[in-house]
């Protein structure tokens, strides 16, 4: 196959709208049906995992040496909506040695690299020492369902899960720590009042107010402290206050929405406590009441340095020129889910850099995906 094959796919997968659901989108149908279609006419076994009405993950299978073990190459087909964009989202622009388009960086470049390794594996007869699973997946940009169904997937399958690589843009470094998050919406209610005789109610918007000096002192503290190694420190922030009806009441409803990004070895429940307890004791002394909501709750990643997984990775980067060493950063992916939840070695890999990621000018390197389908290529021919 031709070193460009990788680009001739993502142009492909680029153009077509796979905006989740979610944010006003048709969903990953056509791209699932696309890739559907390009396994079986390569010969791979293909099958489907149904996530949703309509929805589905789409699984293709690279027969190994060992059909008892297997490595997983992991992306998500679906992206995030298109308002604002500068450049036009389904038709894919090269310019300058970039692609741009929806979903070019985020993160069809890496599942068009992952494509294009396994069809040039079968294409020429060479098969790695286990199964390869290529598998795409809907929902990573809004509730991770697809990589649950991938999780309860492998679960059933028997057999052994030996290592897993997730397709996001990592500018061709190997991520093998991740934090996590725990997304809070905190409810205060006071008591409502005429603006002219404000003793008589309790301000919910006060409360709140305090609560959120309170926070950020927390969330200084948190940056003094001891950190993780590859990630740093914790990190927390307000991100959402909304409250009051109009001016000459006194507000009786207020809510604040906070993003607190966890370190492995942290226990979210622990840290959900200690914001709730903080929000109650702040409330009560303003006379009002606090309640706390989980919005979401994604787990860290940490993976050995010395997993096999990382060392052949870092041994692939290597001979391709790369940074060899693994990294660690403060965003999530499917990773966290299938390490903690399947007890699969995984890292994370692949073109273009996450601050183009969601961007009103999203692009990736072409350059860049070519050297990821060399090096899942590569990884795929040496793990053992």
Not at 135 to 164: K, N
Not at 206 to 218: G, I
Not at 317 to 332: F, Q
Not at 365 to 373: D, N, S
């Given at each position: 196959?031709?070193?460009?094959?990788?680009?001739?796919?993502?142009?492909?997968?680029?153009?077509?709208?796979?905006?989740?659901?979610?944010?006003?989108?048709?969903?990953?149908?056509?791209?699932?049906?696309?890739?559907?279609?390009?396994?079986?006419?390569?010969?791979?076994?293909?099958?489907?995992?149904?996530?949703?009405?309509?929805?589905?993950?789409?699984?293709?299978?690279?027969?190994?040496?060992?059909?008892?073990?297997?490595?997983?190459?992991?992306?998500?087909?679906?992206?995030?909506?298109?308002?604002?964009?500068?450049?036009?989202?389904?038709?894919?622009?090269?310019?300058?040695?970039?692609?741009?388009?929806?979903?070019?960086?985020?993160?069809?470049?890496?599942?068009?690299?992952?494509?294009?390794?396994?069809?040039?594996?079968?294409?020429?007869?060479?098969?790695?020492?286990?199964?390869?699973?290529?598998?795409?997946?809907?929902?990573?940009?809004?509730?991770?369902?697809?990589?649950?169904?991938?999780?309860?997937?492998?679960?059933?399958?028997?057999?052994?899960?030996?290592?897993?690589?997730?397709?996001?843009?990592?500018?061709?470094?190997?991520?093998?720590?991740?934090?996590?998050?725990?997304?809070?919406?905190?409810?205060?209610?006071?008591?409502?009042?005429?603006?002219?005789?404000?003793?008589?109610?309790?301000?919910?918007?006060?409360?709140?107010?305090?609560?959120?000096?309170?926070?950020?002192?927390?969330?200084?503290?948190?940056?003094?402290?001891?950190?993780?190694?590859?990630?740093?420190?914790?990190?927390?922030?307000?991100?959402?206050?909304?409250?009051?009806?109009?001016?000459?009441?006194?507000?009786e409803r207020c809510e604040l929405a906070v993003d607190r990004r966890l370190l492995p070895g942290e226990e979210a429940d622990s840290v959900?406590?200690?914001?709730?307890?903080?929000?109650?004791?702040?409330?009560?002394?303003?006379?009002?009441?606090?309640?706390?909501?989980?919005?979401?709750?994604?787990?860290?990643?940490?993976?050995?340095?010395?997993?096999?997984?990382?060392?052949?990775?870092?041994?692939?980067?290597?001979?391709?020129?790369?940074?060899?060493?693994?990294?660690?950063?403060?965003?999530?992916?499917?990773?966290?889910?299938?390490?903690?939840?399947?007890?699969?070695?995984?890292?994370?890999?692949?073109?273009?850099?996450?601050?183009?990621?969601?961007?009103?000018?999203?692009?990736?390197?072409?350059?860049?995906?070519?050297?990821?389908?060399?090096?899942?290529?590569?990884?795929?021919?040496?793990?053992?």
């Open positions: 196959m031709t070193a460009d094959f990788s680009h001739t796919l993502l142009a492909e997968l680029v153009a077509i709208n796979s905006v989740n659901p979610a944010y006003g989108g048709p969903g990953e149908a056509e791209v699932a049906a696309f890739l559907r279609d390009t396994l079986r006419a390569a010969g791979l076994e293909v099958f489907s995992q149904p996530v949703e009405p309509g929805r589905e993950n789409v699984v293709g299978v690279l027969p190994g040496r060992d059909r008892t073990r297997r490595v997983v190459l992991e992306a998500h087909m679906d992206t995030v909506g298109v308002e604002g964009m500068t450049v036009p989202p389904f038709e894919p622009t090269i310019r300058d040695g970039r692609l741009s388009g929806r979903g070019s960086c985020d993160t069809k470049g890496g599942l068009a690299a992952m494509l294009a390794a396994v069809l040039d594996l079968a294409a020429a007869g060479e098969p790695p020492a286990c199964d390869v699973w290529l598998a795409a997946v809907v929902d990573e940009e809004h509730a991770y369902r697809g990589v649950l169904a991938l999780v309860d997937g492998l679960a059933t399958a028997g057999g052994t899960t030996a290592a897993a690589i997730v397709a996001e843009p990592t500018g061709l470094r190997i991520v093998s720590a991740t934090k996590g998050v725990l997304r809070l919406r905190i409810h205060f209610a006071g008591r409502a009042a005429h603006s002219s005789k404000p003793w008589l109610g309790v301000s919910a918007i006060t409360a709140a107010a305090r609560l959120v000096l309170a926070l950020d002192q927390r969330h200084a503290e948190l940056a003094e402290a001891a950190g993780h190694p590859l990630l740093g420190p914790a990190t927390g922030s307000v991100g959402l206050i909304r409250g009051g009806v109009q001016v000459n009441i006194v507000p959900l406590s200690a914001y709730r307890d903080l929000a109650e004791s702040t409330a009560a002394a303003c006379g009002a009441t606090a309640t706390v909501q989980t919005l979401l709750l994604d787990e860290t990643l940490e993976t050995p340095l010395d997993a096999a997984v990382v060392r052949v990775a870092g041994a692939v980067c290597e001979t391709l020129g790369l940074p060899a060493e693994a990294i660690g950063v403060p965003y999530g992916s499917d990773a966290s889910k299938l390490s903690r939840r399947a007890g699969v070695p995984s890292i994370v890999f692949g073109p273009g850099s996450i601050d183009q990621a969601h961007a009103a000018e999203e692009s990736v390197p072409l350059e860049e995906v070519t050297i990821a389908a060399a090096f899942y290529r590569e990884f795929l021919l040496r793990f053992e």
